[in-house]
């Protein structure tokens, strides 16, 4: 499954580039792009498992940047 996301309060080029390679480090990410201009995500994983990736997507990326959240 392959999503797109909104990032809100994305400050930083670096801190997006770490946020992307944690994600796609967690297991069963197919793949993790994140864009610091257009702010979005596209993440795609695998289907069964998407829910419980993308949390630990959220976790990741809160550890990274605090105020940056992942919009639904």
């Given at each position: 499954?392959?999503?797109?996301?909104?990032l809100q309060d994305l400050d930083c080029a670096n801190c997006a580039a770490?946020?992307?390679a944690a994600i796609r480090k967690i297991?069963?990410?197919?793949?993790a792009n994140?864009?610091?201009?257009?702010?979005r995500l596209v993440l795609e994983a695998e289907d069964e498992r998407f829910e419980e990736i993308l949390q630990?997507?959220?976790?990741a990326v809160a550890k990274i940047e605090p105020e940056c959240k992942i919009l639904r």
């Open positions: 499954m392959k999503k797109t996301f909104k770490k946020m992307e297991d069963g990410v197919k793949a994140i864009s610091f201009m257009t702010q630990s997507a959220v976790k």
